[in-house]
């Protein structure tokens, strides 16, 4: 197989506007200024798909796939630096990233191992809910409260992989839903959580430096502490996103495909359904463990009305509204859902409805979402 | 424990498992016809009771003052409102979906079930705050120690019984019942045979929304309230036991709906704390569908290979 | 080699009440090319299925090359080489034809988690050895197809479809590979075709043996070594085609003669 690399600087020009368009997407506030930019977005992404360009950018990104994320992971570090100051645009960034966090976990199970996930949720939640509970009364160094947000989230995730195991279809639905409901109903009532009131939660140490603290950094003056918790969620968004592509591009995501698309010819192959079943449900809910971990110590607040049922399917809708099966996908789709609502007060209230009619239509009118997931390159310069 | 006191929580699960079965007959029959989960199914419920008490609303304009007149002209009318509503939804939504993968039914069903909720919530007179139901049914009881047997619980419970049979009846006994079968058993077949497929399945969604609108308004008029949030949790509920019992079953999802009671009311006497009765059910179906991974009914038809 | 390969002895399978397969009693020896025919609903797919692992036996046994194999999950029946095709084709349509051929392939890859995320170069190799060999695989049924190793399955024609099926089932080298009615979907010319190129290709693979399930007469006499013929789950006749086509039992049973 020759390499024959194209160039990066597709993937350079690309990243540079999404982080203008990021940007300015957070930083202003005129209502028609935001209208503009979503449908802008929509607008680019579908004629950029049918006239081919981003067919282009996609190829040169597989061809460059280290200096992709890097480019990329520097794009959005400008724009936090551009928004240093802005709290609440900062927030809503770190929000972004922790739920391409989530769902880069739900990708893993539903996009690729076929695994139904309803409750998306309430994995962040036990894993808010552990770091909460462990850096209340341990004082265990921040970092490792995290990891060990996402693997409770991963092994109370296990209590449901035989019902996930021996079910298929409607009937493995049926097990998330009933855990993501139950979850909910459990937090509201159990006293030693806090009750439908919830736990306040200290905010982040790394290494003896609180991220709590605003930070002066030289010329560029003041920085919000939630340019601090941005970056985190960034890392983490950036790792969970190069890990899973990594997964998708070797034996294990084709593993994976096959006990989606058919169990019984994947069995006749020799593939141990169980096993890759366990590993994407359970690495998925990791992923959302950890995304949930750092929520808790960023927003500093948790409760159970953030873990609602609802939530599970504003998560699922973000990973078909992508593109089922496509992590890229899962950018712009976490940023219109999460960010659109937050913007436009005028929608505020109709967000709900908003989202079931435009989930509807994409079902209805285009199933692939967004960003249509691609053949499998295993490497750069895959079959060319 | 005191024995009327028992009695009290019997009489309440059987209310219960009654409204709990209505909602999951509807799910069998759907599942049975199309192989579809209809997730809006909850909020179908919670939209026809609100269609009543909008009805209600009316009568009163209008002046009517009579309770059983006004009963009987707003169940009609959430009845009739909700099997339009469930006939289009299976004719614009459903069909055209039917050979896209099972899971996109669901989430487009669960995502009409949002919008439904929502525009209850938003357009509904004050409808994001709990509303009182209309007390429409005789007011007697008796009391026996500490039972308070009321006669409205019974008339519901007569009622919804009733509505259960007379489905059974309409499908093991008429022609239309006939078709549905059919077209259960075998689409393909029932389609050369010169049956409808598509009015089959209409009417079958009409049929099974029709029912889940009476659940809804026996729901509002046992706990005199409705809220527009009632839906998904009826919904799952009704979902649940309609697996549990094993989809496509007629009796299977009515046991199913009278266990989730069973299991809801034995949580509420056991745990202190009577919320966590919800927990407990939940994880009963959980653990049966580890048990009984196809539900306690269902013939477990083996792929073709 | 000595000895039969596949030695399966009284083999039962049962749903409910009915007897699907009864009793049978097969052999297949290394190199040789079985048909295996009967009326619809006469036993062949279960007999497959039963011997894959997708349906346990209610009795009987199953012996490859000398070790017991009954009742194992389909899992370590691959493992153990026995590979199949479907009767309705069950290729995974949405995923390029390298990608399938790798399903197949499962046993001879690597699937660590180390190896798959952090070894990449090592996994480079191995991949691209694997394409190597996938091309040389596939040109031996249709060189075109072979330019098409990247392309989806959806974008495929019916015979490289089953094409794809049958190296999907070759690429792992088994000992027995089983077919169910490859012909199935196709004309007589591109049953031919695709049946000179298994030819072809056993010859690349000494020892390999096939069983093979199909309607067309023609087919099976001119590529069999040897005939079943399965009657509601029973063995009516075993013998070369020209034997069992002359057979009383077997004339009856196709054409309901008395």
């Known amino acids: ?384 | ?305 | 080699m000595s000895g039969p390969e596949l030695v399966v002895d009284g083999l039962t399978v049962r749903f409910g009440g009915l007897t699907a397969l009864d009793a049978l009693q097969f052999r297949l020896s290394a190199g040789e090319f079985v048909g295996l025919i009967g009326p619809n609903g006469s036993g062949k797919t279960t007999f497959f299925n039963a011997l894959t692992g997708i349906y346990a036996p209610a009795s009987g046994q199953v012996a490859l090359s000398g070790k017991d194999i009954t009742g194992l999950p389909p899992q370590q029946i691959y493992d153990a080489g026995i590979t199949r095709t479907f009767q309705r084709l069950r290729l995974a349509s949405s995923l390029s034809v390298f990608d399938n051929l790798m399903i197949g392939n499962h046993r001879n890859l690597s699937h660590g988690i180390i190896a798959n995320l952090f070894a990449r170069q090592r996994l480079k190799n191995e991949i691209e050895e694997n394409v190597a060999k996938s091309r040389l695989l596939l040109e031996q049924f249709s060189a075109p197809l072979a330019s098409r190793l990247f392309d989806p399955v959806s974008q495929l024609t019916m015979i490289d479809r089953r094409r794809v099926e049958v190296c999907r089932a070759l690429i792992s080298e088994p000992k027995i590979l089983l077919l169910d009615e490859p012909s199935a979907g196709m004309t007589h010319e591109e049953t031919r075709a695709l049946m000179d190129d298994l030819l072809a290709s056993r010859e690349r693979m000494p020892g390999l043996a096939i069983v093979l399930i199909e309607h067309e007469m023609g087919v099976i006499e001119r590529v069999t070594d040897r005939c079943v013929v399965l009657n509601y789950g029973e063995k009516i006749a075993e013998g070369s085609y020209r034997e069992v086509a002359s057979n009383s039992d077997v004339r009856t049973a196709y054409l309901g003669e008395d």
């Open chain 2, 1 to 305: 424990m005191d024995p009327g006191f028992i009695a009290q929580y019997l009489l309440n699960g059987i209310v219960l498992g009654v409204i709990y079965a209505m909602v999951a007959v509807g799910f069998t029959l759907f599942f049975g016809v199309l192989d579809v989960i209809k997730f809006s199914h909850g909020d179908v419920v919670m939209a026809g009771a609100f269609t009543a008490l909008a009805t209600y609303a009316g009568l009163e304009l209008l002046g009517v003052s009579d309770g059983m007149f006004a009963a009987i002209v707003i169940t009609v009318m959430g009845i009739a409102a909700m099997a339009i509503l469930g006939a289009l939804l299976a004719k614009l939504l459903i069909l055209p979906l039917r050979n896209a993968p099972p899971l996109n039914t669901l989430l487009i069903t669960l995502m009409f079930g949002l919008a439904l909720r929502e525009a209850v919530r938003l357009f509904y007179p004050n409808g994001s705050n709990p509303k009182p139901f209309p007390q429409l049914l005789p007011d007697a009881a008796m009391t026996i120690g500490n039972l308070e047997l009321r006669l409205d619980s019974v008339l519901l419970i007569v009622l919804g019984l009733g509505a259960i049979v007379a489905v059974h009846l309409l499908i093991q006994r008429t022609r239309i019942g006939l078709a549905i079968r059919a077209v259960a058993q075998d689409p393909e077949t029932a389609r050369l045979m010169g049956i409808n497929f598509e009015r089959v399945v209409l009417m079958t969604f009409a049929l099974g929304s029709a029912l889940a609108a009476l659940a809804g308004i026996t729901n509002g008029l046992y706990y005199s309230e409705v809220n527009f949030g009632m839906g998904l949790l009826l919904g799952v509920i009704g979902f649940s036991a309609a697996v549990v019992g094993g989809l496509g079953s007629l009796y299977g999802a009515i046991i199913g709906g009278f266990l989730f009671a069973a299991l809801q009311t034995i949580g509420a006497v056991w745990f202190s704390v009577p919320a966590y009765k919800d927990v407990f059910a939940f994880a009963c179906i959980i653990v049966l569908m580890a048990w009984k991974p196809t539900g306690l009914l269902a013939d477990k038809s083996a792929e073709r290979v």
């Open chain 1, 1 to 384: 197989m020759k390499s024959n690399r194209r160039g990066y600087w597709p993937v350079i020009v690309t990243a540079l506007a999404a982080a203008m368009f990021v940007f300015l997407f957070l930083y202003l506030e005129q209502q028609w200024e935001i209208v503009l930019l979503a449908v802008g977005l929509i607008a680019v992404l579908f004629s950029s798909a049918r006239f081919g360009l981003l067919r282009r950018v996609e190829l040169a990104a597989s061809d460059h796939p280290r200096t992709t994320i890097m480019v990329n992971v520097l794009a959005a570090l400008l724009v936090i630096v551009l928004l240093r100051n802005e709290h609440f645009a900062l927030l809503m960034l770190a929000t972004v990233c922790l739920y391409v966090t989530i769902c880069l976990g739900l990708t893993l199970q539903f996009g690729y191992a076929g695994i139904v996930n309803f409750a998306g949720i309430a994995f962040f939640g036990i894993g808010a809910y552990t770091a909460a509970v462990l850096s209340l009364h341990s004082a265990l160094p921040h970092l490792l409260v995290i990891v060990i947000s996402g693997l409770v989230a991963g092994l109370i995730g296990s209590l449901l992989i035989l019902p996930m195991l021996r079910t298929r279809g409607h009937y493995a639905a049926l097990v998330t839903i009933a855990f993501g409901i139950l979850f909910r109903t459990f937090l509201e009532v159990n006293d030693l959580l806090g009750g439908p009131q919830g736990l306040k939660v200290p905010g982040m140490q790394v290494f003896g430096w609180s991220l709590n603290d605003n930070i002066s950094l030289g010329p560029l003056g003041a920085v919000s502490f939630y340019a601090s918790y941005a970056v985190v969620a960034l890392l983490l968004a950036a790792g969970a996103y190069a890990l899973i592509k990594r997964l998708e591009r070797s034996w294990l995501g084709l593993n994976l495909d096959a006990v989606r698309t058919d169990e019984t010819a994947a069995a006749s192959f020799g593939i141990d359904l169980p096993r890759w079943k366990i590993f994407a449900f359970t690495a998925g809910n990791c992923l959302a463990g950890v995304a949930g971990g750092v929520y808790a110590m960023m927003s500093g607040f948790i409760a159970p009305a953030s873990f609602n049922f609802g939530d599970s399917l504003l998560l699922v809708s973000i990973v078909l509204l992508g593109g089922s099966g496509n992590p890229l996908g899962v950018l712009p789709a976490a940023l219109l859902v999460v960010v659109l609502p937050e913007k436009l007060q005028v929608i505020q209230e109709y967000r709900l409805l908003l989202f079931a009619v435009l989930v509807i239509l994409i079902l209805r009118f285009r199933p692939e979402g967004l960003l249509p997931r691609r053949m499998r390159e295993y490497f750069a310069g895959w079959g060319r």
